[in-house]
């Protein structure tokens, strides 16, 4: 009796090489389904823990205080204990399991495993009230869903899957496809890669029609339709730049620090109570900003752009604090929601000095300056904040103010904050398991 692969192949009159790229391919594709279904399901479950904290802050305004510190150190002591690699935006383990060339090793960054601690520990710090975003570790489980199902592929076929999962994490989540694959070029990988290409195409693609199908055509931030004509207005694009810019790398530098330099200080000695300080510090910035900071900052970032200027006027201070604090504090999270709504802040408080410039071109210049400070991708950052607004009319200034950012960052965080955490993972490895740097992306 003949084999199935033998009557598939005389069914589609394939040669056997292309019915196994065919298979390998279409097993990929449900990969990228895969990872669609579960970023909608994160993103669920994190709007239902964001909404039960806020809750709980109605019935017993202080509860932060008690919770916060509690919470934290038991994420972080999941994140360390239970789910080792979990930890942070997990940004860093996907740039880096890309250049890890034993399997065995590469499991230590990206894995199922992985992916579920990511997610339940990740719940549990919105639940507890962690200004923390989702999509960092949509990317992470992205790429750990995608290893998982190319365990078997040839070994130069393992990076492209990873950088397919990340990218399809980023479309899912943001429902931004273009900035997915944008991201994978400019952030994941650092260069194009043509052999691979078309595995991430057809990975975003499969995760968008997934978040399609479940929650519908939507636009994140809604669409809006600020303007910003050409003439004395533009001061602020140079402005929203360089604060945005320096803002963003000042926060870069600290969690680089944090997380690379204060290797046998109190915060490596003691993580779990470190943690619980930092959950502390979070609960403080709450109690002083009316409780605005807290989760992902997309409701706040949101009313911003769409005209709204009723949250205090230290918004973006404190948020940028607890960003800090949570960001630091070892438990899994990421950082790109929490950026866009720092920099929607920073675009609230320069209209004050502007009034009349308005308020939502303002908050995108902002958002967009903050993210391509913190991250160092300038294309990535415009992309991302554009596709999230369908806001065309703002392309020029968007695109000049992220340009601006990235170079004012650099000034204060000479190095990419992805790349820079990625080496501390790599540091853990036998060298022989990984490639050298340069090699990156080949």
Not at 44 to 72: E, H, K, S, V, Y
Request: some cysteine; hydrophobic content about 50%.
């Amino acid at each position: 009796m003949a084999s199935l692969s033998s009557q598939l192949r005389r069914l589609l009159g394939l040669s056997y090489p292309a019915l196994q790229t065919l298979l390998r391919r279409t097993f990929f594709l449900i990969g990228g389904l895969t990872v669609g279904g579960v970023a909608v399901l994160m993103a669920f479950c994190a709007d239902q823990a964001q909404t039960a904290f806020t809750a709980l802050l109605g019935r017993w305004p202080n509860a932060a205080f008690l919770i916060t510190p509690i919470g934290f150190g038991l994420a972080c002591l999941l994140a360390q204990k239970v789910f080792p690699g979990s930890q942070g935006s997990g940004i860093p383990q996907v740039i880096a399991a890309r250049r890890v060339i034993d399997p065995k090793s590469r499991l230590s960054l990206v894995s199922v495993r992985i992916a579920i601690g990511k997610i339940l520990v990740m719940i549990l710090g919105l639940l507890c009230g962690a200004s923390i975003g989702r999509e960092g570790p949509t990317v992470q489980v992205g790429a750990s869903i995608m290893g998982a199902f190319g365990y078997k592929a040839p070994p130069f076929i393992q990076p492209g899957l990873l950088l397919a999962g990340g990218a399809a994490g980023i479309a899912a989540a943001f429902n931004t496809p273009l900035a997915g694959i944008v991201f994978a070029i400019e952030e994941l990988s650092r260069s194009f890669e043509a052999r691979t290409s078309g595995l991430v195409l057809g990975c975003v693609i499969a995760a968008g029609l997934t978040s399609l199908a479940v929650v519908g055509d939507y636009t994140y931030f809604g669409s809006t339709d600020a303007i910003l004509p050409l003439g004395p207005a533009w001061i602020i694009v140079p402005l929203c730049g360089v604060i945005g810019g320096l803002a963003g790398g000042l926060f870069s530098r600290i969690l680089i620090l944090f997380s690379t330099g204060l290797r046998s200080t109190f915060v490596k000695r003691r993580p779990i109570i470190f943690a619980m300080i930092c959950g502390l510090g979070v609960a403080a910035c709450g109690f002083l900003s009316q409780n605005s900071i807290y989760g992902t900052g997309y409701e706040q970032a949101h009313a911003i752009v769409h005209g709204d200027d009723t949250l205090p006027a230290t918004f973006s201070l404190f948020k940028f604090l607890a960003s800090t604090f949570s960001s630091i504090a070892g438990i899994p999270g990421g950082v790109f929601a929490p950026s866009l709504s720092v920099g929607a802040g920073l675009g609230a408080s320069i209209h004050h000095l502007f009034p009349v410039v308005p308020l939502g071109a303002l908050a995108l210049l902002g958002m967009v300056g903050y993210l391509a400070g913190v991250v160092q991708t300038p294309i990535t950052s415009f992309v991302i904040v554009l596709e999230m607004t369908e806001d065309h009319a703002m392309i020029i200034p968007v695109m000049v103010t992220a340009l601006i950012a990235n170079a004012a960052s650099r000034v204060i965080c000479g190095d990419g904050l992805y790349h820079a955490l990625s080496r501390s993972f790599l540091e853990k490895l036998p060298k022989g398991h990984v490639l050298p740097e340069q090699t990156e992306g080949l």
